[in-house]
């Protein structure tokens, strides 16, 4: 695995100042928002600097029922190769269910939520990341991510899950230490115990973010300064083993540069102190199989014999269909009870179910206002009471900008705003982005001019 060095989360909103900043060896940006023939000069300009820029995925949702998408796994190839990627990164994570495997309504979480750590979701989720390998031109790394809430009747920890997952597929891991902060906050899970059962010979990079707590809540929100919590993770996980790259994310609420130049400094001094308590300890991360078996730290023998996993002759056995069924039918209960209100699945909490769906309902709103940003300019200081009351009967099934069509549309529907002048605003930006064509020349020049009141 190649050595990444220290890395930063690339965002539009701060591409300059990653530009100027000193010691940054690679840069990470999110695959759905770079379009491969239109890169961003600023990515280009980093690549013509020798900078490695890594695709990182959020819509495949390797761990759904569904066998992953074509169409998505076509286009992370693309971007992989458009950016020179070493490797493309996704989570393992479910984000949408329902559908023809369970005859029931799709439904589109625009988050990524737990799988629940089974042998049916292992069995499944094996099978669809060999499916991706087979399509993707560079190695693939999966990401743990942070859960709310926990599913009942679990068969493993995740240490075990990610470890059988690794020895299954051969596919490398990004840990995300504040992922592992979140989960011990949420559903009392030991970091460290988490460390020592990951096979970290599979390690290809590691996250650091912040977040905040709030009633007793962990919300990894990527706004906020990383906790030392998150760091002294960080110093543990790099006392087992030396990380090939290290990368702080941040998504809102950007600071100064100078702030997250402080950040990335504490990150290093972090790793270097983990290096310093680990010294005479094999590094092994990034390691392929056979060097980490010279080193004894090959993966638990034993779960070859499992469903699902590669056969004496080299043969990826399919997961059973029946797994597949079970398993679309859980997540599709869980989702529709997050996302269109109905009965919470039983053995699950409650509570924390419905922080879930505040949160999803708060971050359609948040996404929806960022991609069609003339919504809340029209709509004013009613947009986020307006969309909210929407999302607690609609759910999502399109994407985001199907989304905010759709909530035009229904506002026009039910003859809201009362405002009859910005109601007429709100059904010419609805007819002007529904439409297979701009229905004038002056409506774009009009949406302009609204955005730039106040």
């Given at each position: ?15 300059d100042?990653?530009e ?20 961003p ?11 490695t820029?890594i ?15 074509a ?8 971007r992989?190769?458009?950016l020179?990627?070493?490797?493309v ?25 737990p ?23 560079v190695?693939?790394a ?6 709310l ?26 840990i995300d ?15 460290a ?5 990951l096979p ?24 906020h ?18 990380p ?13 540069p100078?702030?997250?130049?402080r ?10 102190a ?10 092994t ?5 056979a060097?980490?078996?010279a ?16 056969s ?5 056995l ?5 797994a ?11 989702l ?11 053995g ?15 971050k359609?709103?948040?996404v ?5 940003p ?8 009613g ?8 999302a ?20 026009l ?7 009859a ?14 439409g297979?064509?701009?229905?004038s ?12 009141r106040?």
């Amino acid at each position: 695995m190649r050595r990444l060095g220290t890395g930063i989360g690339w965002r539009p909103e701060i591409a300059d100042a990653v530009e100027r900043m000193p010691g940054i060896d690679w840069v990470e940006a999110v695959a759905e928002n770079v379009c491969p023939g239109h890169l961003p000069d600023s990515l280009l300009r980093l690549r013509e600097r020798g900078v490695t820029v890594i695709p990182h995925g959020v819509s495949l949702g390797l761990g759904g029922a569904d066998r992953p998408d074509a169409g998505r796994l076509t286009a992370l190839a693309e971007r992989a190769e458009a950016l020179g990627a070493p490797l493309v990164t996704e989570h393992i994570a479910f984000v949408r269910a329902g559908g023809a495997l369970t005859a029931s309504p799709h439904l589109e979480a625009g988050h990524l939520l737990p799988v629940p750590r089974t042998r049916d979701a292992l069995d499944v989720l094996c099978e669809n990341v060999r499916i991706a390998q087979d399509a993707l031109p560079v190695p693939l790394a999966l990401e743990n991510i942070a859960a709310l809430f926990s599913w009942p009747g679990e068969e493993l920890s995740e240490g075990q899950f990610l470890a059988e997952l690794v020895e299954r597929t051969g596919v490398r891991l990004l840990i995300d230490v504040a992922n592992l902060h979140t989960n011990h906050v949420n559903r009392g899970e030991d970091p460290a115990e988490a460390l020592a059962a990951l096979p970290l010979e599979a390690l290809a990079y590691v996250h650091v973010a912040g977040g905040f707590e709030r009633d007793g809540v962990w919300h990894d929100s990527h706004a906020h300064p990383v906790p030392r919590p998150v760091l002294d993770i960080l110093t543990d996980l790099a006392s087992r083993a030396a990380p090939p790259g290290v990368l702080l994310e941040r998504d809102e609420n950007f600071p100064e540069p100078a702030e997250l130049e402080r950040e990335l400094e504490a990150i290093r001094e972090s790793v270097a102190a983990g290096r310093a308590a680990g010294a005479g300890q094999v590094e092994t991360a990034g390691a392929g199989p056979a060097e980490a078996a010279a080193a004894g730290t090959a993966p638990v023998e034993g779960a070859a014999a499992t469903a699902g996993a590669v056969s004496a002759g080299g043969v990826v056995l399919l997961a059973p269909p029946e797994a597949r069924q079970r398993l679309g039918v859980a997540q599709a209960a869980v989702l529709s009870s997050l996302v269109a209100g109905t009965p919470v699945p039983e053995g699950f909490d409650r509570v924390r179910m419905g922080v879930q769906a505040r949160a999803l309902a708060a971050k359609r709103a948040d996404v929806v206002a960022k991609v069609a940003p003339e919504l809340p300019v029209i709509l004013g200081a009613g947009y986020r009471e307006a969309f909210l009351g929407y999302a607690r009967v609609r759910p999502m099934s399109g994407g985001y900008r199907r989304d905010a069509l759709d909530f035009a549309g229904h506002l026009l529907k039910v003859g809201r705003p009362e405002d009859a002048r910005v109601r007429r605003e709100l059904r010419e930006w609805w007819l002007h982005r529904a439409g297979p064509a701009p229905r004038s020349r002056g409506l774009a020049a009009r949406a302009r001019v609204l955005l730039r009141r106040g």
